[in-house]
């Protein structure tokens, strides 16, 4: 398949596919920089190679051939690095974590993120540890509790470290300092920002906002902007509590507008950031998602709408007026999707894999096929034209989309 050059979503850095190294691919947005063929109506797409990792809802990252993730067995979590193309295991790290279902299949919820050579994972107890990437070996460990005297919250650490610069941000969320940043070569930290904040479940979201490289992150009961320049100053704070906390999807900026959402009751809002103050643009409490990511399209947000006890939706809605565009119903309360240009690939909490063409005002499903046991909670990765994904249950499978 052909790789070509694209430019994603009028973001300033341009990806040339093949890698995926963190969650929602290299540039944290479900954008997918190779041709996709989506044309799976009349076969299903071939299945190179499956793995059993152990449950949790960690995605899978690639980078240089090797994919890696994370699952837990008999309270024990498992790093797992694969070869991407054959699935040989080329090693493992294996260390003493509980399993801790509450209410769901309990494990992992961070995706390890790989940069330069080096594997970051973080576990639900806050066990942060950096592997070299070819041998497994450990570099340096941290611990959130430990070290920064962090508070977990109810379903343990899941926001996956993110790197900016010579940084390695992450949320430990003490009663101070939030947000950390850690030298990613050695693991000493170089700041920590003042402010408190519960624990939420997304990644830190780094954009430019008003002329500021700034990290916006979802804590439990508010939203807060970061300037990374100036080791944590907070720029504003917007609060949006939900219940037991629980934010964990990852906020969306673009054409000065964030978009924010929960489950429980909360559903979606749109900040217009142009001002000295956030200020709503629209809300809409039907419809939301409890951990589902929203993909940036042209002023547009893509994704899947659900919750518990709600019917799944993938829809397309202008961000700057709440409209639907279009909206398409799909098995389960939940899912998660990938893009390139106008294809779309929606993975359904009940494990079918959905192709599919979207367009301002329609989207038409061009191939469908089971491929996991439900339930699915984690978005797949894409690299070299393998679809990575897996159940919570611990199902890892590798398809080919060539």
Same mark, same amino acid.
């Given at each position: 398949?052909?790789?070509?050059?694209?430019?994603?979503?009028?973001?300033?850095?341009?990806?040339?596919?093949?890698?995926?190294?963190?969650?929602?691919?290299?540039?944290?947005?479900?954008?997918?920089?190779?041709?996709?063929?989506?044309?799976?109506?009349?076969?299903?797409?071939?299945?190179?190679?499956?793995?059993?990792?152990?449950?949790?809802?960690?995605?899978?990252?690639?980078?240089?051939?090797?994919?890696?993730?994370?699952?837990?067995?008999?309270?024990?979590?498992?790093?797992?690095?694969?070869?991407?193309?054959?699935?040989?295991?080329?090693? &493992?790290?294996?260390?003493?974590?509980?399993?801790?279902?509450?209410?769901?299949?309990?494990?992992?919820?961070?995706?390890?993120?790989?940069?330069?050579?080096?594997?970051?994972?973080?576990?639900?107890?806050?066990?942060?540890?950096?592997?070299?990437?070819?041998?497994?070996?450990?570099?340096?460990? &941290?611990?959130?509790?430990?070290?920064?005297?962090?508070?977990?919250?109810?379903?343990?650490?899941?926001?996956?470290?993110?790197?900016?610069?010579?940084?390695?941000?992450?949320?430990?969320?003490?009663?101070?300092?939030?947000?950390?940043?850690?030298?990613?070569?050695?693991?000493?930290?170089?700041?920590?920002?003042?402010?408190?904040?519960?624990?939420?479940?997304?990644?830190?979201?780094?954009?430019?906002?008003?002329? &500021?490289?700034?990290?916006?992150?979802?804590?439990?009961?508010?939203?807060?902007?970061?300037?990374?320049?100036? &080791?944590?100053?907070?720029?504003?704070?917007?609060?949006?509590?939900?219940?037991?906390?629980?934010?964990?999807?990852?906020?969306?900026?673009?054409?000065?507008?964030?978009?924010?959402?929960?489950?429980?009751?909360?559903?979606?809002?749109?900040?217009?950031?142009?001002?000295?103050?956030?200020?709503?643009?629209?809300?809409?409490?039907?419809?939301?998602?409890?951990?589902?990511?929203?993909?940036?399209?042209?002023?547009?947000?893509?994704?899947?709408?659900?919750?518990?006890?709600?019917?799944?939706?993938?829809?397309?809605?202008?961000?700057?007026?709440?409209?639907?565009?279009?909206?398409?119903?799909?098995?389960?309360?939940?899912?998660?999707?990938?893009?390139?240009?106008?294809?779309?690939?929606?993975?359904?909490?009940?494990?079918?894999?959905?192709?599919?063409?979207?367009?301002?005002?329609?989207?038409?499903?061009?191939?469908?096929?089971?491929?996991?046991?439900?339930?699915?909670?984690?978005?797949?990765?894409?690299?070299?034209?393998?679809?990575?994904?897996?159940?919570?249950?611990?199902?890892?499978?590798?398809?080919?989309?060539?």
């Amino acid at each position: 398949m052909k790789v070509f050059l694209t430019i994603l979503f009028a973001l300033p850095v341009i990806s040339y596919a093949e890698d995926w190294p963190g969650f929602l691919g290299p540039d944290g947005n479900g954008a997918v920089a190779e041709e996709l063929y989506i044309d799976w109506n009349d076969e299903a797409p071939k299945t190179l190679w499956t793995a059993d990792i152990g449950k949790g809802c960690s995605s899978i990252s690639v980078a240089g051939g090797l994919a890696v993730t994370v699952g837990n067995s008999d309270n024990k979590d498992t790093v797992w690095c694969f070869d991407a193309a054959t699935g040989k295991v080329k090693w &493992k790290d294996t260390y003493e974590e509980k399993l801790d279902p509450k209410f769901y299949t309990g494990g992992p919820g961070a995706t390890p993120l790989i940069h330069e050579g080096r594997v970051y994972g973080l576990s639900k107890s806050g066990r942060l540890a950096c592997y070299d990437l070819k041998s497994g070996k450990i570099e340096w460990t &941290k611990s959130f509790k430990k070290d920064f005297k962090g508070k977990a919250p109810m379903w343990g650490y899941s926001a996956s470290p993110t790197v900016f610069e010579d940084l390695l941000l992450c949320l430990p969320c003490p009663k101070s300092g939030a947000l950390v940043a850690l030298d990613k070569k050695s693991g000493e930290l170089r700041w920590q920002s003042e402010d408190p904040a519960k624990a939420g479940y997304s990644a830190p979201v780094i954009a430019d906002y008003r002329g &500021k490289k700034t990290a916006f992150v979802f804590h439990g009961r508010k939203l807060v902007a970061y300037d990374l320049a100036a &080791k944590g100053v907070v720029l504003f704070d917007y609060t949006w509590r939900t219940p037991y906390d629980v934010n964990a999807s990852n906020p969306v900026f673009q054409n000065n507008m964030l978009h924010l959402s929960s489950g429980y009751g909360m559903g979606n809002i749109v900040l217009d950031l142009s001002g000295d103050e956030p200020k709503e643009l629209h809300r809409d409490r039907d419809r939301r998602m409890i951990f589902q990511n929203a993909l940036p399209k042209e002023g547009d947000i893509i994704g899947v709408f659900g919750d518990k006890g709600m019917k799944a939706e993938v829809y397309r809605m202008e961000m700057k007026t709440g409209k639907l565009k279009w909206a398409v119903s799909i098995p389960g309360s939940r899912g998660s999707a990938l893009m390139s240009g106008d294809k779309l690939i929606i993975l359904s909490e009940t494990g079918e894999l959905i192709f599919g063409k979207e367009s301002d005002n329609q989207f038409s499903i061009t191939g469908r096929h089971k491929i996991l046991p439900k339930l699915c909670w984690s978005p797949p990765a894409f690299s070299d034209g393998r679809l990575f994904a897996r159940s919570n249950g611990g199902k890892l499978v590798c398809v080919s989309l060539k």
